[in-house]
C-alpha cells in the first residue's frame, strides 16, 4: 500500500510517499480502506518539528489526524465510517488498522470528504457554540472565516439567529466568504444560502476594526480562529458584558487577554482549553455534526483536495495560507 512517512522534521518536502506493508489489525482493531484524510493546520507545526510536550512524535512516523473510508467486506459488513487517530496516526496511508470502538458511521448521502471535513473542524465548531452561547440578536466576529472550521461557525452563528461578520485577509477568501451567501451545488464554494455571512472584513487592512464597528456597533462575540494580533484587535471590539473566545493559532499564538481587563468589562474569556473534549464527548458532537450535514444544516466549505501522494503540496498551501477552507487528502 501506499502511504506517507516523516523521517525528519523539517518543511512540507519532508513527507514522503513510500510503499509500506498492509498494517495488520491488533485485537480490536479493524482495516478501514482511506477514501480521504483530514488535514490540520497543527500537522503543519507538528512536521516542522514544534509540536513540543504537547504534541510529541518519535521518529519516523505517519501523519493523519482522521480519515474516512469503508470496513471492507468480509470482516463484519462494509461500513462507511469516520475516524480520529491522533497526531501520529497514520493517516495519510491507503488503509489505516484502527480501534473499532473509534468507528463512527457515516449516514447516507455524505460523502467521504465531507465527513471527513467535519471530523475536527464540525466537532470543535459545535463544541465552541455550546460553550460561547451564541443567541439569537448577537453581533458576532468570526476570524479566519475563511478557514475550515471558520465557515462552519458563520453558519452556526447565523443559524443561531445573529448577525455575523466574517473577516480573513486577501481577496480569494473574501470573495469565497461572499459566495457562502450565494446559490450553489452542496458541498462547493457558495453553497450555503442564507448561512452567509452579513459583512466581511479583510483584516489585512490596517483599519478592519474600524470597518466592523461602523457595520455593526461592537460585537458581542468574537470566536477567534486566527490569533495573535488579529485576535488582540478583535478583543478590542467586545462590548462589556460580550464573550471572546480565543481558539486559533495561526497569526502567531493564541490571542492574549488581560484578566483585568476583560473582568473590568465584563467579558468571558475563554480559550481552546475549554473545548478539549473526552472521547465520549467527542464521538457525540461528532455524531451530531455528521447528522447535521445529512440534513442540510452544516456545510463544510473544502476549498482544495489533494491526492495522496502530494500531501505535500497540500501542507505548503495550508503554511502559506493560501488554502480557503478545508484541505482534503483523496486516496484512490
Given at each position: 500500500?501506499?502511504?506517507?512517512?516523516?523521517?525528519?522534521?523539517?518543511?512540507?518536502?519532508?513527507?514522503?510517499?513510500?510503499?509500506?506493508?498492509?498494517?495488520?489489525?491488533?485485537?480490536?482493531?479493524?482495516?478501514?480502506?482511506?477514501?480521504?484524510?483530514?488535514?490540520?493546520?497543527?500537522?503543519?507545526?507538528?512536521?516542522?518539528?514544534?509540536?513540543?510536550?504537547?504534541?510529541?512524535?518519535?521518529?519516523?512516523?505517519?501523519?493523519?489526524?482522521?480519515?474516512a473510508g469503508t470496513v471492507p467486506a468480509g470482516t463484519k459488513s462494509r461500513r462507511r465510517v469516520v475516524a480520529?487517530?491522533?497526531?501520529?496516526?497514520?493517516?495519510?496511508?491507503?488503509?489505516?488498522?484502527?480501534?473499532?470502538?473509534?468507528?463512527?458511521?457515516?449516514?447516507?448521502?455524505?460523502?467521504?470528504?465531507?465527513?471527513?471535513?467535519?471530523?475536527?473542524?464540525?466537532?470543535?465548531?459545535?463544541?465552541?457554540?455550546?460553550?460561547?452561547?451564541?443567541?439569537?440578536?448577537?453581533?458576532?466576529?468570526?476570524?479566519?472565516?475563511?478557514?475550515?472550521?471558520?465557515?462552519?461557525?458563520?453558519?452556526?452563528?447565523?443559524?443561531?439567529?445573529?448577525?455575523?461578520?466574517?473577516?480573513?485577509?486577501?481577496?480569494?477568501?473574501?470573495?469565497?466568504?461572499?459566495?457562502?451567501?450565494?446559490?450553489?451545488?452542496?458541498?462547493?464554494?457558495?453553497?450555503?444560502?442564507?448561512?452567509?455571512?452579513?459583512?466581511?472584513?479583510?483584516?489585512?487592512?490596517?483599519?478592519?476594526?474600524?470597518?466592523?464597528?461602523?457595520?455593526?456597533?461592537?460585537?458581542?462575540?468574537?470566536?477567534?480562529?486566527?490569533?495573535?494580533?488579529?485576535?488582540?484587535?478583535?478583543?478590542?471590539?467586545?462590548?462589556?458584558?460580550?464573550?471572546?473566545?480565543?481558539?486559533?493559532?495561526?497569526?502567531?499564538?493564541?490571542?492574549?487577554?488581560?484578566?483585568?481587563?476583560?473582568?473590568?468589562?465584563?467579558?468571558?474569556?475563554?480559550?481552546?482549553?475549554?473545548?478539549?473534549?473526552?472521547?465520549?464527548?467527542?464521538?457525540?458532537?461528532?455524531?451530531?455534526?455528521?447528522?447535521?450535514?445529512?440534513?442540510?444544516?452544516?456545510?463544510?466549505?473544502?476549498?482544495?483536495?489533494?491526492?495522496?501522494?502530494?500531501?505535500?503540496?497540500?501542507?505548503?498551501?495550508?503554511?502559506?495560507?493560501?488554502?480557503?477552507?478545508?484541505?482534503?487528502?483523496?486516496?484512490?
Open positions: 500500500m501506499k502511504a506517507i512517512e516523516v523521517t525528519r522534521f523539517g518543511g512540507p518536502e519532508v513527507l514522503e510517499p513510500r510503499a509500506v506493508p498492509d498494517p495488520v489489525p491488533g485485537e480490536g482493531e479493524v482495516l478501514v480502506d482511506v477514501e480521504a484524510a483530514d488535514t490540520l493546520w497543527l500537522e503543519t507545526l507538528v512536521r516542522s518539528g514544534g509540536g513540543g510536550a504537547y504534541f510529541p512524535v518519535t521518529l519516523p512516523y505517519r501523519p493523519g489526524v482522521g480519515i480520529r487517530l491522533g497526531h501520529a496516526g497514520g493517516g495519510y496511508a491507503t488503509r489505516v488498522a484502527v480501534p473499532e470502538a473509534a468507528l463512527v458511521d457515516v449516514p447516507d448521502g455524505v460523502d467521504a470528504r465531507t465527513a471527513v471535513a467535519v471530523l475536527h473542524d464540525g466537532v470543535t465548531a459545535l463544541a465552541l457554540m455550546d460553550v460561547v452561547k451564541v443567541v439569537a440578536g448577537d453581533r458576532v466576529l468570526v476570524t479566519a472565516a475563511a478557514g475550515g472550521m471558520g465557515a462552519l461557525l458563520v453558519q452556526a452563528a447565523k443559524a443561531a439567529g445573529a448577525t455575523v461578520v466574517a473577516a480573513a485577509r486577501g481577496a480569494a477568501k473574501l470573495d469565497a466568504l461572499r459566495g457562502l451567501g450565494a446559490p450553489g451545488p452542496l458541498g462547493s464554494l457558495g453553497s450555503l444560502g442564507s448561512l452567509g455571512p452579513d459583512v466581511v472584513v479583510d483584516y489585512g487592512v490596517a483599519d478592519w476594526t474600524d470597518t466592523v464597528w461602523e457595520a455593526v456597533g461592537g460585537v458581542d462575540v468574537v470566536l477567534d480562529g486566527a490569533g495573535g494580533d488579529y485576535g488582540r484587535a478583535a478583543f478590542d471590539l467586545v462590548v462589556e458584558g460580550g464573550r471572546f473566545s480565543a481558539h486559533g493559532t495561526p497569526a502567531g499564538g493564541f490571542a492574549t487577554v488581560d484578566p483585568e481587563v476583560a473582568r473590568s468589562r465584563g467579558i468571558t474569556a475563554t480559550g481552546i482549553g475549554s473545548v478539549q473534549l473526552d472521547p465520549d464527548r467527542f464521538r457525540a458532537y461528532l455524531v451530531r455534526a455528521l447528522r447535521d450535514v445529512a440534513e442540510g444544516r452544516f456545510t463544510p466549505l473544502i476549498g482544495q483536495t489533494f491526492p495522496l501522494e502530494r500531501a505535500a503540496d497540500a501542507h505548503a498551501a495550508i503554511e502559506s495560507r493560501t488554502a480557503i477552507g478545508k484541505t482534503v487528502l483523496t486516496v484512490a
